[in-house]
Protein backbone atom coordinates (compact mmCIF):
# COMPACT_ATOMS: atom_id res chain seq x y z
CA UNK A 1 0.00 0.00 0.00
CA UNK A 2 1.57 3.44 -0.60
CA UNK A 3 1.98 6.06 1.96
CA UNK A 4 -0.89 8.25 2.06
CA UNK A 5 1.09 11.44 2.29
CA UNK A 6 2.83 10.10 -0.30
CA UNK A 7 0.47 10.21 -2.41
CA UNK A 8 -0.41 14.01 -2.18
CA UNK A 9 3.04 14.83 -3.41
CA UNK A 10 1.86 13.72 -7.08
CA UNK A 11 0.33 17.33 -7.13
CA UNK A 12 1.99 20.69 -6.58
CA UNK A 13 -0.97 22.98 -7.72
CA UNK A 14 -4.60 22.62 -7.13
CA UNK A 15 -7.37 24.14 -9.28
CA UNK A 16 -11.05 23.89 -7.99
CA UNK A 17 -14.10 24.69 -10.75
CA UNK A 18 -17.19 25.66 -8.36
CA UNK A 19 -20.72 24.88 -10.40
CA UNK A 20 -23.99 25.78 -9.13
CA UNK A 21 -26.82 24.16 -7.62
CA UNK A 22 -27.09 20.54 -9.23
CA UNK A 23 -27.37 17.22 -7.35
CA UNK A 24 -25.63 14.03 -8.14
CA UNK A 25 -28.14 12.21 -9.70
CA UNK A 26 -29.60 15.15 -11.60
CA UNK A 27 -26.07 15.18 -13.67
CA UNK A 28 -24.26 12.30 -12.96
CA UNK A 29 -27.05 9.49 -11.66
CA UNK A 30 -26.98 7.74 -15.21
CA UNK A 31 -23.42 7.68 -15.51
CA UNK A 32 -23.20 4.31 -15.63
CA UNK A 33 -26.35 3.47 -17.43
CA UNK A 34 -24.80 0.31 -18.66
CA UNK A 35 -22.31 -1.51 -16.82
CA UNK A 36 -20.30 -0.18 -13.73
CA UNK A 37 -16.59 -0.76 -14.09
CA UNK A 38 -15.72 -4.36 -12.62
CA UNK A 39 -15.23 -4.78 -8.93
CA UNK A 40 -16.82 -1.55 -8.26
CA UNK A 41 -20.04 -0.22 -7.37
CA UNK A 42 -22.25 2.93 -7.82
CA UNK A 43 -24.84 4.95 -6.47
CA UNK A 44 -26.82 6.30 -9.28
CA UNK A 45 -30.40 5.65 -10.32
CA UNK A 46 -30.25 2.94 -12.90
CA UNK A 47 -31.89 -0.02 -11.74
CA UNK A 48 -32.95 1.37 -8.32
CA UNK A 49 -36.56 1.53 -8.95
CA UNK A 50 -36.75 5.36 -7.74
CA UNK A 51 -39.70 7.05 -7.43
CA UNK A 52 -41.05 10.46 -5.63
CA UNK A 53 -44.91 11.10 -4.87
CA UNK A 54 -46.72 13.77 -6.67
CA UNK A 55 -49.32 16.47 -4.87
CA UNK A 56 -51.63 13.39 -5.30
CA UNK A 57 -49.44 10.36 -4.01
CA UNK A 58 -48.91 9.26 -7.39
CA UNK A 59 -45.57 7.94 -8.21
CA UNK A 60 -43.97 9.75 -10.05
CA UNK A 61 -40.92 7.48 -11.44
CA UNK A 62 -37.08 8.42 -12.33
CA UNK A 63 -36.53 9.40 -15.89
CA UNK A 64 -34.07 10.66 -18.42
CA UNK A 65 -33.77 14.44 -19.31
CA UNK A 66 -33.73 15.47 -22.47
CA UNK A 67 -33.90 19.17 -22.25
CA UNK A 68 -30.77 21.83 -20.97
CA UNK A 69 -32.84 23.60 -19.58
CA UNK A 70 -34.76 21.96 -16.90
CA UNK A 71 -35.83 22.15 -14.15
CA UNK A 72 -37.36 25.18 -14.98
CA UNK A 73 -38.09 27.48 -13.83
CA UNK A 74 -35.82 27.72 -10.33
CA UNK A 75 -36.95 24.90 -8.08
CA UNK A 76 -36.47 26.01 -4.38
CA UNK A 77 -33.54 25.91 -2.24
CA UNK A 78 -33.96 27.70 0.71
CA UNK A 79 -33.74 26.14 4.14
CA UNK A 80 -37.39 25.66 4.83
CA UNK A 81 -37.89 24.13 0.82
CA UNK A 82 -34.88 21.73 1.51
CA UNK A 83 -35.88 20.47 4.44
CA UNK A 84 -39.46 19.74 2.95
CA UNK A 85 -38.08 17.77 -0.02
CA UNK A 86 -36.06 15.83 2.60
CA UNK A 87 -38.72 15.16 5.01
CA UNK A 88 -42.00 15.89 3.17
CA UNK A 89 -43.77 17.37 6.08
CA UNK A 90 -42.06 15.20 8.56
CA UNK A 91 -40.48 16.48 11.80
CA UNK A 92 -36.93 16.81 10.30
CA UNK A 93 -35.58 14.37 12.76
CA UNK A 94 -33.91 10.82 11.93
CA UNK A 95 -33.17 9.42 8.50
CA UNK A 96 -34.72 11.79 5.02
CA UNK A 97 -36.69 9.47 3.44
CA UNK A 98 -35.98 12.30 -0.09
CA UNK A 99 -39.76 11.89 -0.92
CA UNK A 100 -40.90 15.39 -0.64
CA UNK A 101 -39.17 16.56 -3.91
CA UNK A 102 -42.00 17.02 -6.27
CA UNK A 103 -44.63 17.89 -3.89
CA UNK A 104 -41.97 20.90 -2.81
CA UNK A 105 -41.17 22.03 -6.78
CA UNK A 106 -45.14 21.57 -6.94
CA UNK A 107 -45.77 24.71 -4.30
CA UNK A 108 -42.91 26.41 -5.31
CA UNK A 109 -44.61 26.57 -8.82
CA UNK A 110 -48.02 27.12 -7.43
CA UNK A 111 -46.63 30.59 -6.07
CA UNK A 112 -45.79 31.36 -9.37
CA UNK A 113 -49.49 31.49 -10.10
CA UNK A 114 -50.91 32.98 -12.12
CA UNK A 115 -47.76 35.14 -13.51
CA UNK A 116 -46.18 31.79 -14.75
CA UNK A 117 -48.76 30.49 -17.18
CA UNK A 118 -47.67 26.41 -17.05
CA UNK A 119 -49.34 23.50 -15.14
CA UNK A 120 -47.58 22.66 -11.70
CA UNK A 121 -48.70 19.23 -11.78
CA UNK A 122 -47.08 18.42 -15.40
CA UNK A 123 -44.11 20.80 -14.72
CA UNK A 124 -43.19 19.33 -10.86
CA UNK A 125 -42.10 16.24 -12.25
CA UNK A 126 -39.59 17.53 -14.66
CA UNK A 127 -38.06 17.81 -10.99
CA UNK A 128 -37.37 13.61 -10.85
CA UNK A 129 -35.38 13.80 -14.91
CA UNK A 130 -32.28 12.99 -14.89
CA UNK A 131 -29.19 13.98 -17.80
CA UNK A 132 -27.40 11.11 -19.11
CA UNK A 133 -23.80 11.44 -20.45
CA UNK A 134 -24.68 12.71 -23.64
CA UNK A 135 -26.06 15.81 -22.42
CA UNK A 136 -23.04 16.24 -20.24
CA UNK A 137 -19.99 14.58 -22.73
CA UNK A 138 -17.62 16.44 -20.93
CA UNK A 139 -18.11 16.36 -17.20
CA UNK A 140 -19.44 12.67 -17.38
CA UNK A 141 -16.20 11.76 -19.57
CA UNK A 142 -13.75 13.35 -17.04
CA UNK A 143 -15.85 11.53 -14.24
CA UNK A 144 -15.40 8.48 -16.45
CA UNK A 145 -11.69 9.06 -17.25
CA UNK A 146 -10.71 9.93 -13.93
CA UNK A 147 -12.74 10.05 -10.70
CA UNK A 148 -16.11 10.34 -9.85
CA UNK A 149 -17.33 10.54 -6.39
CA UNK A 150 -20.61 9.15 -5.61
CA UNK A 151 -20.89 10.17 -2.15
CA UNK A 152 -19.98 13.55 -1.54
CA UNK A 153 -22.14 15.96 0.22
CA UNK A 154 -22.60 19.48 0.42
CA UNK A 155 -21.82 21.03 3.81
CA UNK A 156 -25.34 22.93 4.36
CA UNK A 157 -28.92 21.36 3.24
CA UNK A 158 -29.58 25.10 2.13
CA UNK A 159 -28.53 27.75 -0.49
CA UNK A 160 -25.10 29.05 -2.34
CA UNK A 161 -23.66 31.52 0.13
CA UNK A 162 -23.68 29.15 3.20
CA UNK A 163 -21.84 26.33 1.35
CA UNK A 164 -19.28 28.12 -0.54
CA UNK A 165 -18.64 29.57 2.69
CA UNK A 166 -17.94 26.15 4.34
CA UNK A 167 -15.96 25.49 1.26
CA UNK A 168 -13.14 27.84 2.21
CA UNK A 169 -13.69 28.78 6.34
CA UNK A 170 -15.09 24.94 7.65
CA UNK A 171 -18.21 27.04 8.39
CA UNK A 172 -21.18 29.38 7.84
CA UNK A 173 -21.22 31.30 10.71
CA UNK A 174 -24.62 30.20 11.55
CA UNK A 175 -26.04 31.14 8.25
CA UNK A 176 -28.65 27.95 6.46
CA UNK A 177 -29.87 31.01 3.42
CA UNK A 178 -27.68 33.66 1.37
CA UNK A 179 -28.30 37.28 3.17
CA UNK A 180 -30.91 39.57 2.05
CA UNK A 181 -30.39 43.75 1.87
CA UNK A 182 -33.30 44.00 4.21
CA UNK A 183 -31.99 46.06 6.97
CA UNK A 184 -34.99 45.62 8.72
CA UNK A 185 -34.28 41.29 8.59
CA UNK A 186 -31.23 40.35 11.67
CA UNK A 187 -29.86 37.92 9.25
CA UNK A 188 -28.90 40.57 6.57
CA UNK A 189 -26.11 41.61 4.34
CA UNK A 190 -24.77 44.33 7.20
CA UNK A 191 -24.69 40.97 9.84
CA UNK A 192 -22.82 38.96 7.14
CA UNK A 193 -20.29 41.35 6.66
CA UNK A 194 -19.61 40.97 10.41
CA UNK A 195 -20.03 37.67 10.28
CA UNK A 196 -17.58 36.39 7.50
CA UNK A 197 -14.62 38.12 9.13
CA UNK A 198 -13.27 34.46 10.53
CA UNK A 199 -10.10 33.13 9.20
CA UNK A 200 -9.92 31.14 5.57
CA UNK A 201 -7.28 28.65 3.56
CA UNK A 202 -6.56 32.15 1.68
CA UNK A 203 -5.31 33.12 5.29
CA UNK A 204 -3.40 29.89 6.07
CA UNK A 205 -1.85 29.96 2.79
CA UNK A 206 -0.64 32.76 2.35
CA UNK A 207 0.60 32.81 6.36
CA UNK A 208 2.71 29.99 5.02
CA UNK A 209 3.97 30.63 1.60
CA UNK A 210 3.05 34.13 1.14
CA UNK A 211 1.35 36.59 -1.10
CA UNK A 212 0.53 34.88 -4.51
CA UNK A 213 -0.07 31.68 -3.07
CA UNK A 214 -3.25 31.89 -3.97
CA UNK A 215 -5.55 33.42 -6.67
CA UNK A 216 -9.71 33.68 -7.57
CA UNK A 217 -10.24 33.58 -10.86
CA UNK A 218 -13.40 35.44 -11.63
CA UNK A 219 -14.69 37.55 -14.61
CA UNK A 220 -17.44 39.45 -12.63
CA UNK A 221 -16.82 43.17 -11.50
CA UNK A 222 -16.76 41.80 -7.59
CA UNK A 223 -15.41 38.23 -7.03
CA UNK A 224 -18.30 36.62 -5.81
CA UNK A 225 -15.79 34.78 -3.44
CA UNK A 226 -14.78 37.81 -1.87
CA UNK A 227 -18.42 38.83 -0.98
CA UNK A 228 -18.65 35.62 0.44
CA UNK A 229 -15.71 36.38 2.84
CA UNK A 230 -16.30 40.13 2.75
CA UNK A 231 -15.14 40.14 6.57
CA UNK A 232 -11.75 38.78 5.74
CA UNK A 233 -11.04 39.47 1.99
CA UNK A 234 -12.47 43.05 1.88
CA UNK A 235 -9.12 44.73 1.72
CA UNK A 236 -7.19 42.05 -0.40
CA UNK A 237 -6.91 43.81 -4.11
CA UNK A 238 -5.62 43.78 -7.05
CA UNK A 239 -3.72 40.47 -9.29
CA UNK A 240 -1.89 39.13 -6.11
CA UNK A 241 -5.27 38.19 -5.45
CA UNK A 242 -7.70 38.34 -7.77
CA UNK A 243 -7.50 37.90 -11.43
CA UNK A 244 -10.24 37.31 -14.66
CA UNK A 245 -10.89 33.98 -15.56
CA UNK A 246 -10.95 34.56 -19.28
CA UNK A 247 -12.26 38.44 -20.00
CA UNK A 248 -10.12 41.20 -19.43
CA UNK A 249 -7.83 43.35 -21.77
CA UNK A 250 -4.76 41.85 -23.37
CA UNK A 251 -2.01 43.07 -20.71
CA UNK A 252 -4.48 41.62 -17.93
CA UNK A 253 -3.62 38.46 -17.06
CA UNK A 254 -6.02 35.60 -16.87
CA UNK A 255 -6.91 32.28 -15.80
CA UNK A 256 -5.77 30.50 -19.45
CA UNK A 257 -2.54 33.03 -19.75
CA UNK A 258 -1.24 32.02 -16.16
CA UNK A 259 -2.18 28.32 -17.22
CA UNK A 260 -0.54 28.35 -20.67
CA UNK A 261 3.01 30.10 -19.06
CA UNK A 262 2.82 27.89 -15.55
CA UNK A 263 2.41 30.62 -13.71
CA UNK A 264 -0.85 29.07 -11.69
CA UNK A 265 -0.31 29.59 -7.90
CA UNK A 266 -0.42 27.01 -5.40
CA UNK A 267 -4.34 27.21 -5.39
CA UNK A 268 -6.53 28.40 -7.86
CA UNK A 269 -10.33 28.88 -7.38
CA UNK A 270 -12.40 29.41 -10.36
CA UNK A 271 -15.38 30.96 -10.83
CA UNK A 272 -18.10 30.51 -13.44
CA UNK A 273 -19.93 33.23 -14.84
CA UNK A 274 -22.84 33.63 -12.70
CA UNK A 275 -23.56 36.92 -14.91
CA UNK A 276 -22.12 37.83 -17.70
CA UNK A 277 -22.95 39.66 -21.33
CA UNK A 278 -22.62 38.60 -24.31
CA UNK A 279 -23.85 40.37 -27.45
CA UNK A 280 -25.88 43.07 -24.69
CA UNK A 281 -27.85 39.88 -23.68
CA UNK A 282 -26.87 38.61 -19.61
CA UNK A 283 -26.63 34.76 -19.67
CA UNK A 284 -24.94 32.48 -17.12
CA UNK A 285 -22.87 29.57 -17.33
CA UNK A 286 -22.82 28.27 -13.95
CA UNK A 287 -25.12 25.20 -14.45
CA UNK A 288 -27.72 27.33 -12.17
CA UNK A 289 -31.58 27.21 -13.36
CA UNK A 290 -33.35 30.43 -14.49
CA UNK A 291 -35.97 32.18 -13.04
CA UNK A 292 -39.49 32.27 -14.12
CA UNK A 293 -39.44 34.94 -17.12
CA UNK A 294 -36.49 33.86 -18.69
CA UNK A 295 -37.87 32.61 -22.31
CA UNK A 296 -35.75 34.70 -24.30
CA UNK A 297 -33.56 31.55 -23.93
CA UNK A 298 -32.76 29.06 -25.76
CA UNK A 299 -30.46 25.76 -24.80
CA UNK A 300 -27.71 28.38 -24.94
CA UNK A 301 -28.96 31.01 -22.21
CA UNK A 302 -29.66 30.77 -17.95
CA UNK A 303 -30.39 27.22 -16.57
CA UNK A 304 -28.43 25.31 -19.33
CA UNK A 305 -26.02 22.38 -18.26
CA UNK A 306 -24.86 22.95 -21.74
CA UNK A 307 -23.19 26.04 -21.26
CA UNK A 308 -21.87 24.50 -18.19
CA UNK A 309 -20.11 21.83 -19.47
CA UNK A 310 -18.52 23.94 -22.37
CA UNK A 311 -16.76 25.89 -19.23
CA UNK A 312 -15.50 22.76 -17.69
CA UNK A 313 -14.02 21.90 -21.48
CA UNK A 314 -12.28 25.01 -21.14
CA UNK A 315 -10.93 24.41 -17.65
CA UNK A 316 -9.80 21.03 -18.11
CA UNK A 317 -8.49 21.70 -21.74
CA UNK A 318 -6.18 24.39 -20.51
CA UNK A 319 -4.64 22.57 -17.96
CA UNK A 320 -4.38 19.21 -20.32
CA UNK A 321 -2.47 21.67 -22.62
CA UNK A 322 -0.51 22.86 -19.55
CA UNK A 323 3.32 21.63 -19.94
CA UNK A 324 5.53 24.36 -18.44
CA UNK A 325 9.13 22.59 -16.97
CA UNK A 326 8.83 24.90 -13.94
CA UNK A 327 5.50 26.21 -13.15
CA UNK A 328 2.01 24.29 -13.13
CA UNK A 329 1.47 21.58 -15.89
CA UNK A 330 -0.86 18.84 -16.54
CA UNK A 331 1.72 16.19 -15.05
CA UNK A 332 1.20 17.96 -11.40
CA UNK A 333 -2.12 19.87 -11.24
CA UNK A 334 -4.96 18.49 -9.58
CA UNK A 335 -8.43 19.36 -11.01
CA UNK A 336 -11.49 19.14 -8.98
CA UNK A 337 -15.23 20.04 -10.88
CA UNK A 338 -17.86 20.33 -8.05
CA UNK A 339 -20.60 22.40 -7.14
CA UNK A 340 -21.74 24.32 -4.36
CA UNK A 341 -25.27 22.37 -3.47
CA UNK A 342 -28.01 20.88 -5.29
CA UNK A 343 -30.46 23.54 -5.80
CA UNK A 344 -33.88 21.83 -5.48
CA UNK A 345 -32.75 18.63 -8.00
CA UNK A 346 -33.75 15.08 -7.09
CA UNK A 347 -31.22 12.82 -5.26
CA UNK A 348 -31.64 9.47 -3.87
CA UNK A 349 -28.72 9.27 -1.27
CA UNK A 350 -30.03 10.66 2.08
CA UNK A 351 -27.15 12.92 3.65
CA UNK A 352 -25.61 11.70 6.87
CA UNK A 353 -25.48 13.33 10.20
CA UNK A 354 -22.65 15.64 10.99
CA UNK A 355 -21.14 17.84 13.74
CA UNK A 356 -21.33 21.47 14.38
CA UNK A 357 -18.66 23.43 12.84
CA UNK A 358 -19.23 25.54 16.52
CA UNK A 359 -20.23 23.36 18.79
CA UNK A 360 -19.97 26.19 21.93
CA UNK A 361 -22.88 28.11 19.76
CA UNK A 362 -24.71 26.30 16.80
CA UNK A 363 -25.54 23.01 18.48
CA UNK A 364 -28.13 24.84 20.51
CA UNK A 365 -30.19 25.50 17.95
CA UNK A 366 -28.94 29.29 17.39
CA UNK A 367 -27.97 29.21 14.10
CA UNK A 368 -30.42 30.87 11.36
CA UNK A 369 -33.55 29.30 11.44
CA UNK A 370 -32.65 27.22 14.51
CA UNK A 371 -30.97 24.97 12.72
CA UNK A 372 -28.02 23.40 14.58
CA UNK A 373 -25.92 22.09 11.92
CA UNK A 374 -26.26 18.65 12.85
CA UNK A 375 -26.93 16.90 9.54
CA UNK A 376 -25.14 17.59 6.38
CA UNK A 377 -26.45 19.01 2.92
CA UNK A 378 -27.78 16.88 -0.11
CA UNK A 379 -25.04 15.24 -2.60
CA UNK A 380 -23.09 16.94 -5.36
CA UNK A 381 -21.26 15.54 -8.34
CA UNK A 382 -17.54 15.55 -7.77
CA UNK A 383 -14.91 14.91 -10.05
CA UNK A 384 -10.81 14.91 -9.58
CA UNK A 385 -8.63 15.13 -12.98
CA UNK A 386 -4.97 14.03 -12.40
CA UNK A 387 -2.40 12.24 -13.60
CA UNK A 388 -2.03 10.34 -10.62
CA UNK A 389 -6.17 8.96 -11.10
CA UNK A 390 -6.58 6.00 -12.52
CA UNK A 391 -9.64 5.82 -15.09
CA UNK A 392 -13.15 4.76 -13.87
CA UNK A 393 -12.45 5.34 -10.34
CA UNK A 394 -15.50 5.56 -7.92
CA UNK A 395 -15.41 7.01 -4.49
CA UNK A 396 -17.77 5.31 -2.49
CA UNK A 397 -16.48 6.75 0.73
CA UNK A 398 -18.88 9.69 2.16
CA UNK A 399 -16.96 12.74 1.88
CA UNK A 400 -18.25 16.04 2.23
CA UNK A 401 -16.83 19.87 1.91
CA UNK A 402 -14.71 19.88 4.63
CA UNK A 403 -13.26 17.20 3.06
CA UNK A 404 -11.23 19.38 0.42
CA UNK A 405 -10.33 21.96 3.48
CA UNK A 406 -9.01 18.46 5.19
CA UNK A 407 -7.27 17.21 2.63
CA UNK A 408 -5.56 20.84 1.76
CA UNK A 409 -4.36 20.80 5.26
CA UNK A 410 -2.71 17.06 5.34
CA UNK A 411 -1.08 18.37 1.53
CA UNK A 412 0.06 22.03 2.95
CA UNK A 413 1.01 21.43 6.63
CA UNK A 414 -2.24 23.85 7.63
CA UNK A 415 -3.94 24.18 10.78
CA UNK A 416 -7.44 23.57 11.20
CA UNK A 417 -10.61 25.54 10.19
CA UNK A 418 -12.46 24.08 13.19
CA UNK A 419 -14.46 20.98 14.13
CA UNK A 420 -16.18 20.14 10.88
CA UNK A 421 -13.04 19.82 9.34
CA UNK A 422 -11.59 18.13 12.09
CA UNK A 423 -13.72 15.30 11.31
CA UNK A 424 -13.56 15.13 7.60
CA UNK A 425 -11.94 12.30 5.73
CA UNK A 426 -9.18 13.52 3.12
CA UNK A 427 -9.97 12.23 -0.18
CA UNK A 428 -6.36 10.83 -0.45
CA UNK A 429 -7.92 7.34 -1.30
CA UNK A 430 -8.50 8.49 -5.03
CA UNK A 431 -4.54 8.47 -6.21
CA UNK A 432 -2.29 6.22 -7.30
CA UNK A 433 1.34 6.14 -7.21
CA UNK A 434 1.66 5.59 -10.93
CA UNK A 435 1.31 8.49 -13.17
CA UNK A 436 -0.62 8.01 -16.29
CA UNK A 437 0.86 9.02 -19.73
CA UNK A 438 -0.90 12.57 -20.97
CA UNK A 439 -2.36 9.99 -24.46
CA UNK A 440 -4.22 8.62 -21.93
CA UNK A 441 -5.66 11.70 -21.09
CA UNK A 442 -8.97 12.71 -23.30
CA UNK A 443 -8.44 15.47 -26.33
CA UNK A 444 -11.13 17.45 -27.12
CA UNK A 445 -9.69 19.99 -29.09
CA UNK A 446 -13.28 21.24 -29.59
CA UNK A 447 -16.10 20.97 -27.18
CA UNK A 448 -17.26 17.38 -28.27
CA UNK A 449 -21.29 18.14 -27.66
CA UNK A 450 -24.09 20.32 -29.22
CA UNK A 451 -23.65 24.01 -30.21
CA UNK A 452 -25.04 26.61 -27.79
CA UNK A 453 -27.22 29.88 -29.66
CA UNK A 454 -29.01 32.40 -27.51
CA UNK A 455 -32.56 32.41 -29.47
CA UNK A 456 -32.36 34.99 -32.26
CA UNK A 457 -36.08 34.89 -33.08
CA UNK A 458 -37.25 35.69 -29.57
CA UNK A 459 -34.59 38.21 -29.30
CA UNK A 460 -36.62 40.78 -32.13
CA UNK A 461 -39.39 40.51 -29.53
CA UNK A 462 -38.26 40.66 -25.91
CA UNK A 463 -35.73 43.37 -24.62
CA UNK A 464 -32.63 41.84 -23.37
CA UNK A 465 -32.58 44.62 -20.50
CA UNK A 466 -36.36 42.99 -19.02
CA UNK A 467 -34.89 39.99 -18.94
CA UNK A 468 -35.21 38.87 -15.11
CA UNK A 469 -32.49 37.60 -12.67
CA UNK A 470 -32.57 35.02 -10.71
CA UNK A 471 -32.21 34.96 -6.76
CA UNK A 472 -28.79 33.95 -7.01
CA UNK A 473 -27.47 36.83 -9.24
CA UNK A 474 -30.13 38.97 -7.08
CA UNK A 475 -28.09 38.40 -4.47
CA UNK A 476 -24.45 38.55 -5.79
CA UNK A 477 -25.21 42.17 -7.44
CA UNK A 478 -27.41 43.46 -4.03
CA UNK A 479 -23.96 42.38 -2.35
CA UNK A 480 -21.81 44.63 -5.00
CA UNK A 481 -24.00 47.44 -4.07
CA UNK A 482 -23.98 47.22 -0.32
CA UNK A 483 -20.03 46.27 0.63
CA UNK A 484 -18.58 47.57 -2.68
CA UNK A 485 -20.56 50.87 -3.20
CA UNK A 486 -19.62 51.00 0.87
CA UNK A 487 -15.78 50.82 0.68
CA UNK A 488 -15.70 53.71 -2.31
CA UNK A 489 -18.37 55.71 -0.27
CA UNK A 490 -20.65 55.10 -3.28
CA UNK A 491 -24.83 54.69 -3.45
CA UNK A 492 -24.86 52.30 -6.40
CA UNK A 493 -28.40 52.63 -7.48
CA UNK A 494 -29.09 51.91 -3.64
CA UNK A 495 -32.96 53.43 -3.75
CA UNK A 496 -33.39 51.08 -6.69
CA UNK A 497 -34.69 47.14 -6.64
CA UNK A 498 -32.70 44.67 -8.70
CA UNK A 499 -34.70 42.66 -10.79
CA UNK A 500 -33.34 42.82 -14.42
CA UNK A 501 -30.49 42.45 -16.82
CA UNK A 502 -30.54 46.22 -17.28
CA UNK A 503 -30.40 46.98 -13.57
CA UNK A 504 -27.40 44.36 -13.70
CA UNK A 505 -25.47 46.22 -16.21
CA UNK A 506 -25.57 49.50 -14.69
CA UNK A 507 -24.34 48.04 -11.20
CA UNK A 508 -21.46 45.75 -12.79
CA UNK A 509 -20.06 48.85 -15.19
CA UNK A 510 -19.85 50.74 -11.99
CA UNK A 511 -17.97 48.06 -10.33
CA UNK A 512 -15.90 47.45 -12.89
CA UNK A 513 -14.40 50.71 -13.15
CA UNK A 514 -14.12 50.51 -9.29
CA UNK A 515 -12.13 47.20 -10.02
CA UNK A 516 -9.30 49.47 -11.43
CA UNK A 517 -8.89 51.64 -8.81
CA UNK A 518 -8.46 48.96 -6.02
Known amino acids: MPNPSSLLDTFEHVVVLMLENRSFDNLLGYLYQNDVPPGQQFDGVVGNNLSNPDENGNPVP ?24 LFSGLPPTGVPQMQGFVKDYFSTLNALLPK ?98 WNVYEDLAVPFTKLIHWGDLKDKDGENYFRYFEGGRPFFTNF ?11 YSFVEPHFINFFEDVIWHDDMHPSSFGSELYSDGGPGSV ?44 PPPPTVSPDPNQFNTGQGQDGFNFDRLGV ?5 MVSANIAPHTIVNSPMHHCSFLKTMQEKWGLTSLGSRQDIAPPFTEVFTSTSRSLNTWPNWQVYPGPSSKLNAGLMQEVDPNDVPLNDLQKSILNAIRKFYGDKFGLTMLADREINTAGD ?10 LRHLA
Open 116 to 213: WTGSPADQSREIMQCFTPAYLPVLSGLAQHFAVFDHWFCAVPSQTWCNRAFWHAATSWGWVNNPPLDANCPWNLDHWGVSSNGATLFDLLEAKFGKGS
Open 256 to 266: FRDCAKGRLPK
Open 306 to 349: LLGDRIVWKVYQAIRNSNSASGNNWQNTLLIITFDEHGGGYDHV
Open 62 to 85: VSMESDFHQPYPDPGEEFDHITAQ
Open 504 to 513: AKEILEQAEK
Open 379 to 383: RVPMV
